[in-house]
């Protein structure tokens, strides 16, 4: 094995090493013409120049690994002994947890189990087909729509969640250009996420809580909102739910192949959005806290379970972004370029207004008592549970000291993984605040009656105020699908479309779902060309700004002939 893998970096070093020796001039003429514009003006010589250089420590990086790899390949630990025992164990143990968790539930909770997966599946179903949003268009058309190895390179801007975006890719390509097959591999993790979600609260507390948690998961504004766009968040709590799973099967078996597992999630993860290393802290102290509570004798031999979990995630993390740290380097990742001051002035002066913010966006879905009453269930489950108490402890290991580290609250949208664990309070305080009642008011209200009640009160409530607060929360360019759907039959083959920001993207990705491809919004402008104009007057613009964007100051003759009046877009043409 570790024969196989020195060859493999020396192997890697070699192509490292050719891909370091192509000049400048094919490079840029190959970029440009992936471009939608037809010329990629960041990349330049001195850009150029540093790529070859980390191509180059790159390959000296490999052949180093790999020559000592080989000559110490003697020496490094064999694989264990009975590897098919641990890979055997862990099937076992999974089969085992399903089979339980079939055979130890009613007909009639199997049923409420699967009548909330469909119900929330249905409210994420409902907004696949929704007017695109800047974001979505914008990662489509500047990522999605690249080759491979371009998307997964390329870092210019955040909106690239890398493994997300070959997902979306691959989507497209089998199924056609539409805002639902871009929006489908988000779709399917929002889905999944779900039955993870409840398998962990019920192994770690118990199928009543379980399904209230399921319950509020299902229902949950941000996470539907999430659930159907075409970004990574719903990846990265996926990857999040998965490893928390796993890493309470690694705590209960010391077993290495849920370690690799675990690491692979929160490294799969941090391929979709890099904020997922705040979930990835918080797994791992999470993981801690569970071993040191739980055992005494064999805490050193687990804890190195979760230390090699912690060092797969890292490395596999590494290799994942390789390309785009060979590219634009590793402090892109950190801290983007487009994501503004993070200087510790800048984050004292803001980080109260960001995390005002925060709240007010997790609260939008919601009725202001019942976020209140969410916090009453944020501390009652602290104070009740030792096991949700690690839980909200290891959130702020991992959310706090980062920020701070980072100098910068990240935007709401990211921290919706937070999500799982205060509805998981919300769910216990209610299962507790029931449980009460029935030893003290209502003797006869059965556990599973009033679990089930619970649970499809927080379904409806929830379902219905979670689809009302995101309705028009995000801006949408409907606009986009009218002039996709308005140009055909008109357009020739020389004619072109102005159109501005934020505008140019929502526009680009209709026409290619539409089949109209990008050329009328980038051919060149010849004397024969019919130029029509993109104008939003609710963003300011006007024809002659649109014009003056694109340097073409002047290049409409006289008046021009306003063809259609959408709300938010109108079409204009030159005489």
Known sequence: MWTLLAVGLVLAAAGAWALSRLSFTPVRAYLDAQASDGEVETYDRAFHARVLRNLRWLSAAFAGAGVLLFAARKRMPTAPKDPAGAWGAFRADVGRVIGEAVKRSSRMHLLLVLAIMLVGTALRLVHLWDPITYDEAFTYVQYASKPYHILLSDYSYPNNHVLHTALARLSTELFGVHRWSLRLPALLAGVLVMPLFYLFVRAMFNRYIALIALAFVASSGGLIEYSALARGYSLTWLFYVLALLLGRHLAKTNNWVSAVLTGLS????????????????????????????????????????????????????????????????????????????????????????RALDLWVYLTDTAMPWISLLGLAGIVYAAYISSKYRALLLALLVGAVPMTIVQCMVAPPRVWLYLLFMLHLSSAIGIFYLLKFVQEKVWPSLAKRARSAVAAMVVLLGMGFLGMRGIADRMERYPEAILAADWFPGILKPEDRILVDFPWEAPVEFEFLARGLGREPLFRPITAGTTIYVLVSPADGQTPQSVETHYGHEGITVGELDKLQDWRRLEVYRDR
């Open 266 to 353: 929160c490294a799969l993860g941090m391929w979709a959005v890099p904020t997922m290393i705040y979930a990835l802290i918080a797994i791992h102290a999470w993981l801690l806290f569970y071993l040191l509570g739980a055992y005494r004798h064999t805490v050193g031999e687990r804890l190195s379970m979760v230390l090699l979990s912690f060092g797969v995630s890292l490395v596999l993390t590494s290799l994942f972004y390789l390309p785009v740290i060979t590219v634009h380097g590793a402090a892109q990742l950190v801290h983007h370029p487009t994501m503004g001051d993070n200087t510790w002035s800048a984050f004292v002066q803001t980080h109260q207004d």
